[in-house]
Nanobody, 122 residues
């Protein structure tokens, strides 16, 4: 079982950068794929990025490709989401989730964090 805690959110101007962290408890974390999702007010939760257990494969939503980078440090039980050139439309609560394999689908993830707010001002 894994418990996930996100951090690193905040308020940033358009064009700025943030790094989100997803810290996990449990020795089995390194065997999980981890995804980042986001949910804006009044909208459904959507896929952002995902990384496999070794960190060798990553996948991104078209809306963030080229601006966001997902990475992981299994020695620290942490997955990161580096966000550059942020836009107001990136404003949302960002969640990390762990599951058996990388997937675009929310239902494929077994464990979720509580979320961290990212607000991008124009």
């Amino acid at each position: 079982q894994a418990q996930l805690v996100e951090s690193g959110g905040g308020l940033v101007q358009a064009g700025g950068s943030l790094r989100l962290s997803c810290a996990a408890s449990g020795r089995t974390f390194r065997s999980y794929a981890v995804g980042w999702f986001r949910q804006a007010p009044g909208k459904e939760r959507e896929f952002v990025a995902t990384i496999n257990s070794s960190g060798g494969s990553t996948y991104y939503a078209d809306s963030v490709k080229g601006r966001f980078t997902i990475s992981r440090d299994n020695a620290k039980n942490t997955v990161y989401l580096h966000m550059n050139n942020l836009k107001p439309e990136d404003t949302a609560v960002y969640y990390c989730a762990a599951g058996p394999f990388p997937s675009y689908g929310l239902g494929q993830y077994d464990y979720w964090g509580q979320g961290t707010q990212v607000t991008v001002s124009s």
